[in-house]
């Protein structure tokens, strides 16, 4: 059976996607959905949620490949040509299945954990990370968001809630949501400029404002099943999500809930996870003693 080549050795073009399998491979593709390649990844387990650092490496969770947790359990980091530069951040270990991956402005990285303790994770120029003891709705912290502010720790926990933890202060905040979100079962967020958050929430996504009140759904024909997951920010008025249920992806506008593009991943579904976008601006070196994920 033909295999798909490795990625050409160039740097990945602005607005270019990645989008993370459950079945462990990581799509490239254009925005239009062209599939460019798949990277080569040299850490085994299924591929969770993504980031890019500001110097264009991608981050790639990668959840257990066994029942012991011995294999996988891990971050894998390619450089911006999408060459895999093996695991990072292990050799102090992760607890159980990282899940999500968030940066601050210093450069430190976040690490969101699924299972076992369910902690947050920050690695910074120190050679232990730091443990956030967030408290848990029923999965750990299975998708992070840093706000703007750079103390509010957005997560998700598989439950009806957008949790807060303040990374500063080191304490819980109460939850951000007024009311249960409409889908129950939150996966992943990004907070907003305007202080809201936007939130994948079973069958819809949902817009929160500043005050945790739900203002706006999102979702597509009801003709297809729909059980969002990952999603990532745009900087044109629009975000990129991710139906699991069908393996699609589609781009929205954040305004007034358009379909603007949609692809499907050509896998079978509940088997894309995450999306995240190359944004068109040049990546700049990492701060000095930032991400030390390396």
């Known amino acids: 059976m033909p295999q798909n080549p490795p990625a050409p050795r160039r740097s990945t073009p602005p607005g270019d996607v990645y989008v993370s399998l459950a079945t462990g491979p990581v799509q490239w593709r254009t925005s239009d959905g062209a599939l460019r390649g798949e990277l080569v990844n040299l850490v085994p387990g299924p591929a969770e949620g993504m980031r890019i650092d500001p110097a264009g490496n ?11 947790c011995t294999v996988g359990n891990s971050v894998e980091k390619f450089n911006p040509m999408g060459v895999s530069q093996g695991a990072v951040g292990g050799e102090t270990g992760y607890n159980c299945n990282p899940h999500s991956i968030a940066f601050d402005a210093a450069g430190n990285t976040f690490v969101g954990q699924a299972n076992c303790t369910g902690h947050v994770l ?16 029923s999965r750990g912290s299975s998708w992070i968001d840093l706000a703007g502010d750079g103390c509010t720790l957005f997560y998700t926990s598989r439950g009806p809630n957008v949790k807060r933890f303040d990374v500063c202060t080191e304490s819980q905040r109460p939850d951000f949501n007024v009311h249960q979100l ?9 907070s907003l400029d305007d202080g809201g958050v936007l939130v994948a929430s079973g069958a819809v996504v949902a817009r929160l404002d500043p005050a945790g009140a739900l203002i706006q759904t999102y979702a597509v024909e009801p003709s297809e099943p729909q059980y969002w997951v990952g999603l990532d920010l745009d900087t044109d008025g629009s975000f990129w999500a991710v139906n699991s249920a069908t393996s699609n992806v589609y781009q929205f506008d954040l305004a007034t809930g358009e379909v603007r593009r949609q692809f499907n991943t050509g896998t079978a579904p509940y088997t894309a996870v995450d999306v995240v976008l190359r944004r068109a601006k040049k990546p700049s070196p990492a701060p000095p003693g930032g991400v030390t994920l390396h």
Not at 62 to 68: E, G, H, L, M, N
Not at 126 to 134: I, M, Q
């Open 58 to 68: 991608l981050y790639v969770a990668r959840r257990c490949a066994d029942a012991s």
């Open 122 to 137: 920050k690695f910074t120029s120190d050679s232990t990370p730091h443990e956030h003891k967030v408290a848990p709705d």
């Open 182 to 190: 409409p889908g129950g079962d939150t996966q992943g967020l990004r």
